[in-house]
């Protein structure tokens, strides 16, 4: 199957995104890479050290570096690690994160809808991360996001797709990508946001906290492709409840027979 | 608004005595299958009955602290500037009438220090002074700050309470962090406990980190000090405080220490030694209450303890640690703030985390708030030569 995602100037055959955190060594990176099938990981600046290689040392040459803005609570914060990441080398694509919520650690829609302006404007790819709000998402993709990113559920979660209904809402009127962010926890929820329309999904605590990261991995692989393969084949229509008589409040009108009949 | 005090005061001494009593272990099981946590939640997981669910109230903090923090652990160090006093805390080593020679670092020495610290690869730091504002001032302190700033990723303090504007001062000179131990959330105690000297003030010790939080410092640590009460009344007060401080900063990332003392330190006879099972219940209970909250356990508690309690919720342990001042250039015999149990090396706490299957965490910050203006076209230039 050709299913091909442009992101940014970049052709992606993976349509799962990983991340950087939570692991219980940084060593085991290049092997979750490799059984994900993942061609893009976000890292966030905070971790990154200068001067030496530090986490990023551990992430293979093939991966596209995703920096995320994590720790930034204004649109200023944002731009200003967004600007690090850039001279640290780790490319022009900058995952927006403005958080100044430390009990839930939802993004503030306004303030990363500020950043996507501003980073577009020094020729960032900006990809922010958001509530499923469709007001948000348009001033994002008015500003020149190059894909949003709404949360399933809160970071860390792992509670899936507890958004569905907005997140659905953004597939249906969005025409930028949408990448379901934090919150999925199971392949299946993975799965689930692909069968919906998502262009990408990114997940990392299901991943980095699993027992085994690496078969974790790879089942968050397989799920995403599969979910991708079920929306391009068409799924068929769920009709709810049992089976009903074909006209049960307008059948009335064969009484009257002939021309109705087609009813 | 409420204030603490006046949260605080909702909570009367005998209002948790009785509900402390009253509590079943059905109710703790109970509050185990919540998924928000409020203050009466939290008062049942340190209650008796609780102790009778240890197990399943650690794996509920297990389980949160994968989710939220992930099998990573974060590694700092103390350097201590002064421990000259003017306090005389009945339980402390700097106590302003014990006769031991007195240091203090000059901003130079503290650089030398700070070298050897970040040199272990450090690159969290944090800075303690005894209370001696004229000798360990807010702008000798800021200076301290700024001349290592280039060395560490985060700078903290543990210092004497002080003003808003003083802890303004300080975040303008690239301190990011603060933690203040109100020691013991009881008034009578504390007054006991603190006979002379500026900590006398409890309301205004009491209401440091929220002057902190308000002054733009980006993560204010509390913590009472186990042992000095009855461990059922200082462990839900201290929690109590950070649930405030967390609902009305929530910008801020309110973090949670828990020292707990020697049975005996020096001729100090502590009032109310706290034992390992209630010491795991209140750690377990923190983590339950305050999923997201980081937690630091220090030196005082043993190597055995500390390994045991980073799956329970532990996020932040020191490594390396001196509690002397200057201990670090030149090795010398001071007098030390409290006796340390784990003497670990920061190469062997990773050693020992990563046997664990848990990852040391070195640097986990970036203080964009005070980064230097990168100019586009510049960092444009650098990104031909590195991106990727």
Known sequence: MDDVFELGGIALTSRLFIGTGKYSADALIPDVCAASGAQVITVAMRRVEKGSEGIVGHIPEHMRLLPNTSGARTAQEAVRLARLARAAGCGNWIKIEVI?????LLPDGYETAKAVELLVKEDFVALPYINPDLYVARDCAQAGAAAIMPLGAPIGTNRGLRTKEMIGILI???????????????????CEAMEMGAAACLVNTAIASAD??????????DAVRAGRMAFLAGLG?????????????????????GEHADL | MQTFEQLLAAWSRERRQDCYAAATRDAVLAVLEKEILRPQDFML??????????????????????????RAVHLFTPLYLSD??????????????????????????????????AHMGLQHILLLTGDARHVASPQYIGAVAERIKPYFASIGI?????????????????????????????????????????????AWRLDAPSRAAAAGLRSVGIGALLGLDDFFQDAFCTGLHAWWLQKTYPAVDIGLSVPRMCPHEGSFAVPHPVDDIHFVQYVTALRCFLPRSPITVSSRESAFMRDHLVPLGITRVSAGVSTAVGGRVEQNDNVGQFEIADHRSVAAMQRALADNGYQAVLKDWEDCSVLPQIAPEESSVLCEHGGR
């Not at chain 1, 229509?237 to 027979?257: D, N």
């Not at chain 2, 109230?57 to 994968?66: F, K, N, P, S």
């Open chain 1, 100 to 104: 100044s919520d430390s009990r839930y």
């Open chain 1, 172 to 190: 249906e009127e969005m025409t930028l990508p949408v990448i379901v962010d934090a919150g999925i926890g199971r392949p299946s929820q993975a």
């Open chain 1, 212 to 221: 085994t990261p690496v078969h974790m991995a790879e089942a968050f692989r």
């Open chain 1, 237 to 257: 229509a769920e009709r709810s409840g049992g089976a009903r008589a074909s006209s049960p409040l307008t059948g009335f009108l064969h009484a009257l027979g």
């Open chain 2, 45 to 70: 997981l340190l209650s008796p009955a609780a102790t009778q669910c240890l197990e399943a109230m650690a794996a509920r903090a297990h389980d949160l602290t994968l989710r939220y923090f992930g």
């Open chain 2, 84 to 117: 000259i006093c003017t306090n005389q805390c009945r339980y402390c080593g700097f106590n302003a009438s014990n006769t031991q020679q007195r240091h203090h670092l000059t901003v130079e020495q503290a650089l030398s220090e700070a070298k050897v610290i």
């Open chain 2, 158 to 202: 543990e210092v004497y309470s002080m003003t808003t504007e003083e802890y303004a001062f300080l975040v303008s000179k690239g301190i990011d962090a603060m933690t203040m131990f109100q020691e013991t959330y009881d008034p009578a105690l504390y007054e006991w406990l603190h006979p002379a000297g500026p900590k006398r003030d409890y």
